[in-house]
């Protein structure tokens, strides 16, 4: 008869074979550890086993107990130096991420520093021009260059909310903007870029609009429609790109805009918009 004793050995003995020794060496060790206890059923004369008449039983069980005595500690052993090993990487590379981070926060700090100097002396001239008296199309063209440099000025400042989205503590401004200046400005620089390919471009801004101010974050405005409009024109080879905002409701109470940007060019496959919205 085959005893419970006897089937958690056959269980344990397979188990810590692999457990210690992996998958190669494991199956090597469960066939002959398999073979051997199939012999041993055969030959029904004992309890445990009997391999041949020259060994007697205790002698076999002595020898079996200590193959698998020495495979346990040795899966115990690799077990536990795996194990504590995983633990000491693991606490190495938290420490090299940690100064990664840092690396990362100390970069994004100094290159904000270093990139507001050139863009001052940009915007500081823009000023200096403007107040030369310029004619109509001058001043058009340093208005869009004053604004697309305090708007990038704007994002420097900024630039370590970047590490704010990454903990997800990103807070949007509250503060008084003219829309329509904004849309227009934002889109004007787009111009030159759309004529070169020779694409229609259109901005078209609700009349009810007009010089309304509101409250709300122009910056983060300002990036979602250069993203925009900077795709739109860089995916389209021919026909058209429009810019358009349009008043939905208007009230005591505030004002829904609609923003939209539309062009005639290849679009997103169904596949790629499930995954465009991903990092």
Known sequence: EVSIPIMQHIFMAMTFSFYGLGRRWGILYCSIFTVTMCLALINR???FMVLNSQYDNHTISILIIGINFIAIAASHYYFYTVLY???????VLNEELQLTVKSKTDFLSTMSHELRTPLNSVIGMSNVLLNDKPNKEQK?????????AESLLSLINNI???NKIDSGKIELESIPFDISTLIRNACAG???KAGEKRLNYHVQIDTQIGKQQVIGDPTRLVQIIFNLVSNAIKFTQKGMVEVRAIVRRKNQEGIVIRFSVRDTGMGISPEKQKIIFEP
């Open 85 to 91: 090993g995983t633990l000491n990487e693991k606490k």
């Open 190 to 192: 787009f111009g030159a």
């Open 45 to 47: 004369g004992s309890n």
């Open 160 to 162: 370590l909310d970047f």
């Open 140 to 148: 058009e063209s340093l208005d869009v260059l004053k604004f697309s």
